[in-house]
């Protein structure tokens, strides 16, 4: 059960603040999360980087004025490169993700004499001498594969 939620519109962004655990749960209290559009708004990473201090708030009441910060200027914060940026300046990552589309470029191709970040996509079949092991570039997406040796 969610302690506290909240839902409403503001300029035709629909925005939600939630705090699933209130400060009286067995486990502690949650840290509250905020999303913009369905997205996720990043509001606890920004509170380092806003314009004005917050220190004296709650963490909802800090989250709160984030959103409500970047609802009035018209940007969103860029959990990869610590910045606000303009709002239509943002492309999806994933589920709720969002980032800049500067740092998605920069992610995206892996530029020429670069050394790949490859990731094995079978790990559980990394030792077996007859399946070939398969290896995918966290930036740009290349895939490639070790040749089996049984």
């Not at 486990?27 to 917050?54: Q, R």
């Not at 790949?116 to 290896?135: E, F, I, L, S």
């Amino acid at each position: 059960m969610t302690y506290r939620k909240e839902e409403f519109e503001v300029d035709g962004i629909e925005v939600t603040l939630q705090q699933v655990r209130g400060p009286d749960s067995s486990h502690g209290a949650s840290e509250p999360s905020a999303w913009l559009n369905g997205g996720a708004a990043y509001a606890t990473d920004a509170l380092e980087v806003l314009p004005f201090d917050v220190s004296d708030k709650t963490p909802y009441e800090q989250v709160k004025a984030a959103v409500a910060f970047m609802v009035d200027n018209r940007v969103r914060f860029c959990k990869k490169c610590d910045t606000f940026r303009d709002v239509d300046d943002f492309v999806s990552t994933g589920f709720a993700g969002r980032k800049c589309k500067s740092c998605a470029n920069n992610d995206a191709t892996c530029k020429d004499g670069d050394s790949h970040d490859d990731k094995c996509v079978n790990p559980h079949q990394k030792h077996n001498a007859r399946v070939a092991t398969k290896y995918k570039c966290k930036k740009c997406g290349r895939t490639r594969k070790t040749t089996p040796t049984g």
